[in-house]
């Protein structure tokens, strides 16, 4: 089976050696044509991510930003929730 949607469940995100790794995974997933959702407690600003080089591609197609309570209208082939 082929991952085309990918969401990372996560709590607000913060400068951690834990998103760190999450951003890094999205990241390359994203150039690879997976669609990667971060879904975190509360909407992602730019302070949030500003830290990471993830933030230059903020923007990118295949990189999607949602809250918890955005979450449940879309669909995910594989979901990971983790702190």
Do not use: Y
């Not at 999205?26 to 992602?44: F, Q, W």
């Not at 302070?47 to 669909?75: F, Q, R, V, Y």
Request: glycine letters at 6%.
């Amino acid at each position: 089976m082929t991952m085309r949607k990918i969401a990372f469940v996560c709590p607000e995100p913060g400068i951690t050696g834990g998103f760190n790794v999450i951003f890094r995974h999205a990241m390359e997933l994203a150039r690879s044509g997976v669609t990667v959702t971060i879904v975190c407690k509360t909407p992602i600003t730019a302070t949030h991510i500003g830290w990471h080089p993830i933030a230059k591609m903020a923007d990118h197609p295949k990189l999607l930003w949602l809250d918890h309570n955005e979450a449940p209208s879309h669909c995910f082939d594989l979901a990971t929730a983790t702190w």
